[in-house]
């Protein structure tokens, strides 16, 4: 009993109604891995969006610790800049003291 859309399961042979079923199969399968890839998508999204959070955080919390001066001392300091040397976050280069002025006397 053929429909006008094509055979019927019962009309198949029996290695196409096995190819049907291979094809059912794969097609639930691939929908599994699709909603777990979703799933995934979406922790990770949440993951990054706490991490960038956590680090606005840290951002604000730095300059009132002291170890974001790293980057103001560059910026001050043009031979830091050039050379890329600096001090580890919250050192603080040692300042070279002024040459001791000695009062000329009278001779």
């Not at 290695?15 to 399968?29: Q, S, V």
């Not at 979406?42 to 730095?62: E, F, H, K, P, T």
Request: glycine share 8%.
């Amino acid at each position: 009993m053929a429909t006008a859309a094509g055979a019927s399961l019962n009309e198949l042979r029996e290695e196409d109604k096995l190819k049907i079923g291979n094809l059912l199969r794969e097609l639930a399968r691939a929908q599994r891995d699709g909603q777990q890839a979703t799933r995934e998508r979406g922790q990770y999204a949440a993951r990054l969006q706490q991490m960038r959070s956590q680090n606005d955080l840290i951002v604000q919390v730095r300059p009132l610790t002291g170890l974001g001066q790293t980057a103001a001392r560059r910026a001050a300091d043009p031979a830091l800049a050039r050379t890329g040397d600096c001090p580890a976050a919250g050192q603080v280069p040692p300042v070279a003291s002024a040459p001791e002025v000695v009062p000329a006397t009278a001779h």
